[in-house]
């Protein structure tokens, strides 16, 4: 067997060819992995997965939420000078990502959002 430390520090090949130069990286990438499908990967897989430290794990945790109101009336029935519009809309928004995409580890940020809207029209001839 080669010594990986060797080669490295001698900053060659160390006299190998290239066929046993790949060789010898595949071994070095080969050490500790997992075959996929074995019950050392999976239990890998899913101890990763399951974690939601973004430092250790892969599991992706959201439950931010929206929620979203809006009315219109239109005037032209009761109005025969113009058309009037009027309208308002209400969002809330919950970010909770606990941490992982905004800054509310320590729990939720709410906030509200209001809009009120007129609308005139009318053709001059």
Do not use: C, W
């Amino acid at each position: 067997m080669v010594n990986i430390q060797e080669l490295i520090y001698s900053g060659t090949l160390g006299g190998l060819n290239s066929d046993q130069a790949h060789a010898v990286a595949r071994q070095t990438a080969e050490t500790g992995r997992f075959e996929p499908g074995s019950a050392e990967f999976n239990a890998a897989f899913d101890k990763i997965t399951s974690d939601p430290d973004l430092i250790t794990g892969a599991k992706f945790r959201d439950q931010t939420k929206l929620y979203h109101g809006d009315a219109n009336y239109n005037f032209q029935d009761l109005i025969n000078f113009a058309e009037i519009q009027v309208g308002g809309s209400y969002r809330r928004y919950s970010l909770n990502s606990f941490g992982n995409i905004f800054t509310d580890s320590d729990g939720p940020i709410d906030y509200d959002e209001y809009r009120v809207f007129t609308h005139k029209y009318k053709k001059v001839s």
